[in-house]
């Protein structure tokens, strides 16, 4: 039997602590709202009859299954139950990933917390649509890690691909992986004179294949392409803002050096893996929703060389000191765990109020009370809010929300700068919302249209109902 590591099991049960993260992602109320279409409607919720812009669009809503599972988990087990299903996901994709890389257990961990470091941003805000594409992501590299000791392992990348397609847009970066990993097995056999056999060529089409297996069909990948290629996001939505110079230059530094270190140093069957990095980085340098998936490849194809087994020797002699700092690693998530992230999540899950004022968007959650007490209608919201609008006021329908900034409009403009030009009121503002048929406004205080209603709203035709630090409330004067 297997010696019991227990340095293993303190490290991720730190890590598992660290990533007790309570739920404030702004697209989290329209996942869950879909979720509960999902289950009770039986739809897939790819019609859009959530917001008025857009209304009826019919979209190939890719992460289907993953809003099925996210419903149930909040319907039985609330915000706590969301915060644990984050804490659950990214420590067994770590877990994956650590296990994908013999030895090495010392920068593993090192690897490990430089990643989560590095990709806070993606991950303060807990459970989010993408994360499951780290888990099968992971899960690729520790089935290609099998593989090279029995063949039989490369079953499993059908079953992942399958469910990936299902979860999230991302799978293409599996198919990716998959090609690559499968073409430099076959260079393999090629060099040392084997026969190269057509079976992994037959599991990689069954995996491409299988990823039609969904709802949608081909309409998956163009939708992947319409938010990689098609619409340039990075001038629209935070998360697919480019790094920050510093984190930029150490992508596109860690690339560079890797990918020599791999092209030439490496032998000739695996210098192929060095040209993996190409995709990686460039995802990493759009956006910085993308961060996670290039330093997880990036460290496996490191850890894994034979160039860097061999430069490593030395210091993987030193067996205690690689302990003792092992340990130190473990404590020190133990500690940021327990002091930091169970406190915030306590501090945040304990009730409503509390969660809507650890939000990092503040959700507007006293004008959504108010909002309730009156007659439902079409609300000009702000952008970050649409999805816990569509969550908390069902009955009501929101102008824009987190699904639709790649979504084409028959001007051309992608929906977040058809917000942005009314909440700037730009020339023909007001005609718009009328339009519409907008009923209400919900903004912040001081923004462009604030500043323009507050002194005298009946000018425009609306009448301010609420107010508080946070958010205003105007609604439409009846004529």
């Not at 994908?100 to 649509?129: D, W």
């Not at 090609?179 to 190269?196: E, P, R, S, T, Y």
């Not at 995802?283 to 160039?307: D, E, G, I, K």
Request: a positive charge; glycine letters at 6%.
């Amino acid at each position: 039997m297997k010696k019991v590591n227990l340095l293993d099991w303190l490290f991720f049960l730190g890590l598992f602590l660290v990533f007790l993260i309570p739920p404030t992602d702004p697209d989290l109320g329209w996942q869950l709202r879909c979720g509960q279409e999902i289950w009770q409607n039986h739809t897939l919720c790819s019609q859009n009859h959530f917001s008025v812009l857009l209304s009826d669009y019919s979209w190939p809503n890719h992460r289907w299954l993953y809003q099925s599972l996210l419903f149930p988990i909040y319907q039985i087990f609330n915000l706590w139950g969301l915060t644990f299903f984050n804490a659950l996901l990214l420590t067994a994709a770590f877990f994956f990933f650590y296990h994908s890389i013999r030895n090495f257990n010392f920068e593993k961990r090192v690897a490990i917390i430089m990643t989560t470091l590095f990709s806070a941003s993606v991950f303060s805000l807990g459970i989010r649509n993408q994360l499951p594409g780290l888990l099968f992501l992971t899960l690729i590299l520790w089935t290609y890690s099998k593989t090279k000791t029995n063949v039989k392992y490369l079953f499993l990348y059908p079953p992942i691909m399958l469910l990936w397609a299902n979860f999230h847009g991302s799978f293409v970066l599996g198919l990716i992986l998959i090609a690559c990993f499968i073409a430099v097995g076959g260079i393999n056999c090629f060099v040392n004179h084997h026969q190269i056999r057509l079976f992994p060529l037959l599991i990689l089409l069954l995996s491409t294949l299988i990823t039609l297996v969904n709802p949608f069909g081909i309409r998956i990948y163009e939708e992947a392409w319409r938010h990689i290629g098609e619409v340039n996001l990075s001038k629209l939505i935070a998360e697919w803002v480019p790094p920050g110079i510093e984190t930029w230059l150490l992508v596109f530094g860690t690339s560079a050096a890797l990918f020599f270190w791999l092209l030439f140093k490496n032998p000739r069957q695996q210098k192929l893996l060095a040209f993996l990095l190409f995709p990686f980085t460039y995802l990493a340098l759009s956006a910085r929703r993308n961060l996670p998936y290039f330093f997880l490849v990036a460290f496996f194809l490191f850890l894994t060389s034979p160039a860097t087994q061999k430069l490593m020797h030395d210091f993987l002699a030193r067996q205690n000191l690689r302990k003792y700092l092992s340990l130190a690693l473990s404590l020190l998530l133990l500690a940021i765990g327990l002091t930091i992230s169970l406190p915030h999540s306590w501090r945040t899950n304990r009730s409503w109020q509390d969660f809507c004022l650890a939000s990092p968007l503040n959700f507007p959650c006293s004008a959504v009370e108010y909002l309730k007490s009156q007659a439902s209608g079409n609300i000009f919201n702000r952008y970050e809010w649409g999805g816990f609008l569509i969550w908390q006021l069902p009955q009501d329908k929101v102008f824009v929300d987190g699904r639709m900034p790649a979504w084409p409009t028959s001007s051309g403009k992608s929906p977040y700068t058809i917000f942005l030009e009314i909440l700037q009121t730009q020339p023909g503002w007001n005609e718009s919302l009328k339009e519409y048929g907008i009923d209400w406004i919900l903004i912040n205080p001081g923004t462009f249209m604030d500043l323009l209603l507050k002194d005298d709203p009946l000018k425009y035709g609306w009448e301010e109902k609420y107010r508080d630090g946070i958010s205003v409330v105007y609604r439409r004067v009846e004529k």
